[in-house]
């Protein structure tokens, strides 16, 4: 049987394609420790161009991870990880069903090892002859 699809406010796959990438992980590793950036002081960080930066953070922005924001002729770069919930409470989702299907195998399997250890009535007639 296949369960209902829950339609969220956000589609958590978003959120994994920009973690997908190890540089967009390190932004946000940055951006959580340093607060609120310029984009010129990120890219001082890393060692790809502020074009690359740029590109990077579009994808965290498109995923909500991150929110810029023009003060005067700088730009803020700021981390958000309200998405980052989102993706927690999807995988938490999946872990769960698969703990309850998991637990159905084993008990299922408890009940075949303890059937087949269970002598049968061939078994004690085999005994008596």
């Known amino acids: 049987m296949i369960a209902p699809v829950a339609a969220t406010s956000r589609d958590a796959s978003s959120v994994f394609l920009a973690l997908?990438?190890?540089?967009?992980?390190?932004?946000?590793e940055q951006l959580s420790v340093l607060g609120?950036?310029?984009i010129s002081q990120l890219t001082d960080v890393f060692p790809?161009?502020?074009?690359?930066?740029?590109?990077?953070l579009d994808t965290l922005s498109d995923a909500g991870l991150v929110e810029t924001e023009r003060r005067g002729r700088e730009r803020i770069v700021t981390f958000r990880p309200e998405p980052l919930h989102e993706a927690i409470d999807w995988v938490s989702a999946v872990e769960a069903r698969w703990?309850?299907?998991?637990?159905?195998?084993?008990?299922?399997?408890?009940?075949?090892?303890?059937?087949?250890?269970?002598?049968?009535?061939?078994?004690?007639?085999?005994?008596?002859?």
């Open 36 to 38: 609120p950036v310029t």
């Open 99 to 129: 703990d309850r299907r998991l637990a159905a195998l084993a008990n299922f399997l408890a009940l075949e090892t303890e059937d087949a250890n269970q002598p049968t009535d061939t078994d004690q007639k085999g005994i008596q002859s």
């Open 20 to 28: 997908a990438d190890p540089t967009r992980r390190k932004m946000i």
């Open 48 to 56: 790809i161009s502020r074009q690359a930066v740029t590109k990077h």
